[in-house]
């Protein structure tokens, strides 16, 4: 999903077993709708089966709630998995992306190797690049498909499993950095998965996250590897897209970035799962099934072809998004044993009481754009960098702080994101144009701030609406003066549009953002909390 909290959220402490989570709606029926005429006599053609998760985000050990029951984490998902498996032995487990990244601290803590296990263990077939694969850099996604050294964890195997990507590109010699797809044999039969990756990735993560590499046109990328798949025989065509879309239940009212593409590619491409916004997808849209199944392994996608093994292509498709309720299924053994063994391994970290929060801390923004929650975390990378002013990007806070003793884990869930605070100093003009940054075209983010106070108006134009800005002690910022600033490296870097932080100078880098929290919040008197004061003020 995007660098910005607009679907799952309340990540709660990392190790609660019950953790609970806002209700998602569920849609687990099929619309079994199909292109093409019913088979005559079905034996005759070949009956293949498709599993497919995305925005997986390395939950394995993280329980949700839909509807009030359970749902969720790595153990339940791969007892649904083989469930299916045993039904259909031509089966393929494939993955949308985001499998890894904002992830939490049972995989975070060990580079998200855990998840990749977990993958490997259930045999998945192939996966593609989500925006989040890209957090901690190209190098460091690479290392994780293909196995290499990282000093936090030693050598890693890799993925079993080959990723695909069609129009993620070498910046400089354009041509893509892994395979564009694979063709996978099943019962005889050719199928050929390519995989793309949302061509806004680079907007929406650090930028050094994704130096070295260019995102072109989906639609071009996955045609282009239909004409070389076509050459080579495959009529089976499947794509892994990291591209939002979602449809009603009955897979009607299909809309979303994915719906463009599916018009936009070739009418061999028989099957589309989607990615990136958590939501239910499941819609024929210009004869190409369309999938999604939520995210964080709450549900999963169980898409049926039947083959004409003489055409080798697909005649009749249809797709059900399965919820992975914990009533009624026992947890795979092997995958809850792996889960347990990597939680033994970061427990020691994750348990430990960092403070206690008198009363729950939310990122709930009032009105004017001040949450409690963002006004702790500015102040803590405002004290942790010493500088005037802090500001801090709202998508980046991912749950609440719960009231009572806080853990290590909990504020990882918090700020999961292992960004660096970066001091910077920025004039008085330079701080105004960030602020007015806050409103874009397409979408407002409220930084959350520490050390100023401004006003701000709905009715001024967009790159106008802020008027008066102040220091604490209620005298005018100077649009010439110079200001120290924290920001973390995600916003440094120009992140979610803030691009006026890209001309910042005298720039030092500190602590990882987490860390500034932790600091900050055991030095406060205990219990500690966090109230909003009139920080950010909405004129009428
Ligand atoms: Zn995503």
Redesign the pocket.
Known sequence: ??NSKRWGRRVLSALAAAAVLAAVPVGAAGNGKSKGKPPASSHRYIEVQLLGIN?FHGQLNVTRKVGGREVGRADYLAAYLKQREAENKNTLLVHA??AV?ASPPVSALLQDEPTIEVLNKLGFDVGTL???EFDEGVAEMLRLIHGGYHPATGDFAGADFPYVSANVVDAQTGKPILPPYVIKRVNGMPIGLIGVT?TE?PT?VTPSGVAGVKFIDEATAINKAVRELKKKGVQTIVVLA?N?GVSNPDGTNASGEIVDIAKNVDDEVDVIFA????AYLNAVVDGKLLVQSYSYGTAFSDVDLKIDPRTKDVVAKKAEIVTTYHDGITPDPEIRALVEKYEAKVAPLVNQVVGTAAETITDEQNESGESALGNLIADAQRAAMKTDFAFMNPGGIRADIEQGEVTWGELYNVQPFNNQLVKMTLTGAQIRQLLNQQWQPTQTRMLQISGLRYTWSASRPVGEKVIDIQLPDGTPLKPDAEYTVTVNSFLADGGDGFTVLTHGTNREVGPVDLDALVTYIRQLSQPFSAQIEGRITKLQ
């Open positions: 999903m995007k925005d992306g985001d990244g989500g925006n989040h949302l990735t929406i990291h939002p990615g990136h916004n958590h």
